[in-house]
């Protein structure tokens, strides 16, 4: 049996508090999980609160909107969870961007969803940058990679984890207005097969057990593909099968990592510095290139990247206005112009550099890649 409902009050290195309400011990924990293992703070107003109830309080009919979601008169509520849970959760949409806001879940919710993208929204709201980015500090300096999915953030990550960099942040990582500090998400890192087999060290940490299973999992996707690949079976039922099992197959080609494995325990907290920003890209060209980039090309190509991160908002803040055709909610109406207007303010005076490499990636070799690209520290900084 959980102990009785609190409240807990999450700390993301002093720029969001978020309070997790008449929350139990399992229900902070599945917060946290999607968050990381953000520190508690004895007090503070929050700027986020997610509250757990036994049943929401509906007011009037609902109507569904296919199975995502549901409206009546007065309430709009979220029904479908990450990898497609049942939840039901009241999402405030009309008021992101403002607070505090506060998300209300009937208990059993498996995750909250839209939780990480509205936190990067109420971070912009307070001035603070969100950034899909990967990030390191090595040697007291601080590198932020951005880019394109797949584009190689999580690769430079890893070449730097072998050369004594800290982390600070994959897939998010949140830019002070003014540029001259970050702070990242201390979630797991998915590390994906083919990445360990280029850091040994890495893979000679992970039991023998997982990684049968990441081999019997990338021979599985092999053959299930090759299934549907022949002449007289990609066109029939049976191959769209394979395929679909092929897609489930490929997801287990991955595992989750806390940051303090990867990094041998040099994990980031609170800000950190901003000296160098890199804007990674796979190419065609098979020789891997570095050269110095201009700073707000960099800043805006990074906002389309953030944009197209928080697209799932999007078509939430979509299924929001259907419901609610009179109602506009004008900080996500103006989210693409201000992620840019202010990632140009951020990135002014930062140095820049451009890599494009082949894909994969080659891992190890990244590191000195980057490194010579990389400003040197003005005597005395070092």
Same mark, same amino acid.
């Given at each position: 049996?959980?102990?009785?409902?609190?409240?807990?009050?999450?700390?993301?290195?002093?720029?969001?508090?978020?309070?997790?309400?008449?929350?139990?011990?399992?229900?902070?924990?599945?917060?946290?999980?999607?968050?990381?293992?953000?520190?508690?703070?004895?007090?503070?107003?929050?700027?986020?609160?997610? !509250?757990?109830?036994? !049943?929401?309080?509906?007011?009037?009919?609902?109507?569904?909107?296919?199975?995502?979601?549901?409206?009546?008169?007065?309430?709009?509520?979220?029904?479908?969870?990450?990898?497609?849970?049942?939840?039901?959760?009241?999402?405030?949409?009309?008021?992101?961007?403002?607070?505090?806001?506060?998300?209300?879940?009937?208990?059993?919710?498996?995750?909250?969803?839209?939780?990480?993208?509205?936190?990067?929204?109420?971070?912009?709201?307070?001035?603070?940058?969100?950034?899909?980015?990967?990030?390191?500090?090595?040697?007291?300096?601080?590198?932020?990679?951005?880019?394109?999915?797949?584009?190689?953030?999580?690769?430079?990550?890893?070449?730097?984890?072998?050369?004594?960099?800290?982390?600070?942040?994959?897939?998010?990582?949140?830019?002070?207005?003014?540029?001259?500090?970050?702070?990242?998400?201390?979630?797991?890192?998915?590390?994906?097969?083919?990445?360990? /087999?280029?850091?040994?060290?890495?893979?000679?940490?992970?039991?023998?057990?997982?990684?049968?299973?990441?081999?019997?999992?990338?021979?599985?996707?092999?053959?299930?593909?090759?299934?549907?690949?022949?002449?007289?079976?990609?066109?029939? /039922?049976?191959?769209?099968? /394979?395929?679909?099992?092929?897609?489930?197959?490929?997801?287990?080609?991955?595992?989750?990592?806390?940051?303090?494995?990867?990094?041998?325990?040099?994990?980031?907290?609170?800000?950190?510095?901003?000296?160098?920003?890199?804007?990674?890209?796979?190419?065609?060209?098979?020789?891997?290139?570095?050269?110095?980039?201009?700073?707000?090309?960099?800043?805006?190509?990074?906002?389309?990247?953030?944009?197209?991160?928080?697209?799932?908002?999007?078509?939430?803040?979509?299924?929001?206005?259907?419901?609610?055709?009179?109602?506009?909610?004008?900080?996500?109406?103006?989210?693409?112009?201000?992620?840019?207007?202010?990632?140009?303010?951020?990135?002014?005076?930062?140095?820049?550099?451009?890599?494009?490499?082949?894909?994969?990636?080659?891992?190890?070799?990244?590191?000195?890649?980057?490194?010579? /690209?990389?400003?040197?520290?003005?005597?005395?900084?070092?």
């Amino acid at each position: 049996m959980s102990p009785d409902p609190s409240t807990t009050l999450l700390d993301l290195h002093g720029l969001l508090t978020i309070a997790v309400a008449d929350a139990r011990a399992d229900e902070v924990g599945r917060v946290r999980r999607q968050l990381g293992p953000l520190p508690e703070v004895a007090a503070g107003e929050a700027d986020l609160v997610v !509250r757990f109830v036994d !049943r929401l309080d509906v007011r009037g009919t609902l109507r569904p909107l296919g199975r995502e979601a549901a409206y009546s008169d007065d309430d709009f509520l979220v029904l479908r969870g990450p990898r497609k849970t049942s939840v039901r959760v009241r999402i405030p949409v009309g008021d992101i961007g403002s607070r505090p806001l506060e998300i209300v879940a009937e208990r059993g919710a498996p995750a909250i969803p839209f939780l990480l993208p509205i936190v990067a929204v109420t971070l912009l709201s307070k001035g603070v940058v969100p950034v899909h980015a990967s990030a390191f500090v090595v040697d007291g300096r601080g590198t932020l990679v951005t880019g394109w999915a797949k584009g190689g953030k999580s690769e430079a990550l890893l070449a730097f984890a072998d050369h004594g960099a800290a982390y600070v942040g994959d897939e998010w990582v949140f830019v002070t207005g003014d540029g001259a500090s970050m702070a990242g998400l201390p979630e797991p890192m998915r590390i994906w097969d083919w990445q360990l /087999a280029m850091v040994p060290r890495l893979r000679a940490r992970i039991g023998v057990g997982r990684r049968l299973r990441l081999g019997a999992a990338a021979a599985t996707t092999g053959v299930l593909s090759g299934t549907a690949r022949l002449p007289v079976v990609r066109s029939s /039922a049976p191959g769209d099968l /394979a395929r679909r099992l092929g897609a489930m197959a490929e997801n287990q080609r991955s595992l989750q990592i806390p940051p303090e494995r990867v990094f041998d325990g040099r994990v980031t907290t609170g800000l950190v510095p901003l000296d160098a920003i890199v804007l990674i890209e796979s190419s065609g060209d098979p020789q891997a290139s570095a050269e110095p980039a201009d700073a707000a090309v960099v800043a805006r190509r990074t906002a389309a990247t953030v944009v197209h991160e928080l697209l799932d908002l999007e078509a939430l803040h979509l299924t929001w206005r259907y419901a609610f055709p009179d109602r506009r909610n004008a900080f996500l109406e103006s989210l693409p112009v201000l992620l840019e207007e202010r990632l140009v303010a951020a990135f002014t005076n930062r140095p820049c550099v451009l890599v494009r490499h082949p894909y994969p990636p080659d891992i190890p070799s990244l590191h000195g890649l980057i490194s010579d /690209a990389l400003p040197r520290p003005a005597a005395g900084d070092a």
